[in-house]
């Protein structure tokens, strides 16, 4: 497989990877330490007692969060001296851990990776796993309430414009019918448009009675080679 290297016009400096790395893993922590705090503020507020699916859900959701965490931190320790990093492989390592964290006899879940693999620069990283973590976290709450085993598929290729599309969906019932974009937003889904503007990127959301699909478009300048698949 060849890689195609994109001639950037203003290519950015290359960051010292480990101060980079410190960076980006306190950053994690900090917005781990905010979702917490900030479900925990939820909690207070219910007034019903929750129940043990919703209990189940909560923690599920703060080990994979953590698990994110700690995969973020190998993949970043490991970055060679010129900052690249090439994403394919770390994303089935997370989704990996993403099922091992999240499924359960009630809800089997199975990924299925698809397209290219590319190069990005370290700093993209973060935002893009901490994405993948809050839309799989999202698919096993809401994608299938009656437990049919869900199938999530993460794809990738390069746009004609140049960007990179990651696109992840899952095969479940969609949005709710009276669902309004920037109104019925959860931490989960104003922490993934944050991170993608974070990126310079976009985050896209198409939703169908045939499942939900995030498209995070990354800019070209964010993206060193693209390996075709
Ligand atoms: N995969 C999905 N399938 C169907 N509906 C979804 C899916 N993901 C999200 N939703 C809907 O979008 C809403 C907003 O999601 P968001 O992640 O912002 O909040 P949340 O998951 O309800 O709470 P939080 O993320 O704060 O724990 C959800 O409440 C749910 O109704
Ligand atoms: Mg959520």
């Not at 905010?34 to 859900?57: C, D, G």
Request: charged share 20%; with cysteine; aromatic share 4%.
């Amino acid at each position: 497989m060849d890689i195609l290297p994109f001639k950037h016009p203003h290519p950015a400096p290359v960051p010292d990877p480990i101060a980079e790395a410190h960076h980006r893993i306190a950053n994690s922590l900090a917005l781990l330490f905010s979702t917490v705090r900030m479900q925990t503020v939820t909690v207070k507020k219910k007034a019903e007692p929750f129940s043990n699916a919703e209990v189940r859900h909560l923690l599920d959701g703060v080990a994979a969060r953590i698990g994110t965490m700690g995969q973020l931190h190998r993949i970043l320790s490991r970055v060679s001296s010129d900052g690249v990093v090439s994403l394919r492989p770390h994303l089935e390592e997370i989704t990996d851990m993403l099922v091992a964290a999240l499924a359960c006899p009630e809800q089997q879940v199975r990924v299925v990776h698809d397209g290219c693999d590319c190069q990005v620069e370290m700093r993209q990283v973060q935002p893009v796993v901490l994405i993948l973590c809050e839309i799989f976290i999202n698919a096993m709450k809401y994608a299938h309430p009656t437990g049919v085993p869900l199938v999530m598929t993460v794809d990738c290729w390069r746009a004609p414009d140049g960007r990179l599309v990651l696109s992840i969906s899952d095969d479940g019932i969609g949005l709710p019918e009276n669902f309004a974009p920037g109104k019925n937003h959860g931490l989960g889904f104003k922490v993934m448009h944050s991170l993608a503007a974070e990126l310079g990127g976009e985050l896209q959301m198409q939703s169908s009675e045939m499942g939900l699909t995030f498209s995070l478009l990354l800019p070209v300048t964010a993206v060193v080679g693209i390996k075709l698949a």
